[in-house]
């Protein structure tokens, strides 16, 4: 069974500071996608990686693959307000459909 | 614009009754998917369709049902059998087949059991 871990789960952050979220899967899988979510609100399409190594990168959010270690990592580079959300990865387990989500993290940014 | 549209955004039910969910895409997608979300849960896959006329029962369908008549609907009843029904509904779509399969989400839809 394919399971997805996120850590952490909660996470408070300084304006200006870096951090990374770490998504860990249990099978292997080829895709590995990131998401967002705001309060209240729906969730957006953030990364998709689709081989070993491969990093994507937009504004201050860089996401990286390892299909070795089954590890995907979302970078925060100095951190700011708006980016206060709750981020989701999904792993597709080598499998068109069971597209399974970690639990999210909740990030909040404070001035 | 293309994308995907849910009704209603919020849904009082009382115990009981059945409720059903809309969902409509103009991506010309042809896979959709409905999950619910809890909080501190994540997303959990309920049902999800390939193509017109087919579904299949994703991690937690017990209590839910489905159809799929038309490639741009994929309506989700919430029977009286679900347990536990209070949550947050989001319907998606995709591309199906090889390839990076990205979900689009619709608003989502609200239910809460009186």
């Known amino acids: 069974e394919l399971k997805v871990e996120q850590n952490p789960l909660f996470l408070s952050m300084q304006e200006g500071k870096n951090y990374t979220i770490y998504c860990n899967y249990s099978t292997t899988s080829d895709r590995l996608y990131w998401y967002r979510q705001d309060p209240g609100k729906s969730l957006e399409s953030l990364f998709v990686l689709l081989s070993n190594g491969a990093v994507k990168q937009e504004g201050r959010l860089m996401a990286s693959l390892d299909t070795k270690a089954r590890l995907s990592t979302l970078h925060i580079t100095a951190a700011v307000h708006d980016l206060s959300a709750t981020y989701f990865c999904k792993s597709s387990g080598g499998s068109n459909y069971k597209l399974t989500f970690g639990k999210g993290t909740l990030l909040t940014v404070n001035p | 614009d293309g994308g995907i549209t849910q009704s209603p955004k919020y849904l009082f039910r009382k115990e009981g009754q059945n409720v059903t969910l809309s969902c409509e895409q103009n991506l010309n997608h042809d896979a959709m998917y409905w999950y619910r979300q809890d909080p501190g849960q994540g997303l959990r896959l309920i049902y999800y369709?390939?193509?017109?006329?087919d579904f299949q029962k994703g991690d937690i369908a017990e209590g839910y049902s489905v159809s799929r008549e038309k490639k741009e609907s994929f309506p989700l009843t919430v029977t009286s059998a679900q347990k536990n029904p209070t949550a947050f509904y989001l319907c998606?779509?995709?591309?199906w087949g090889s390839g990076a399969n990205v979900l689009t989400f619709g608003a989502g839809s609200r239910l809460t059991v009186l």
């Open positions: 369709s390939q193509i017109v006329n």
């Open positions: 998606a779509s995709s591309i």
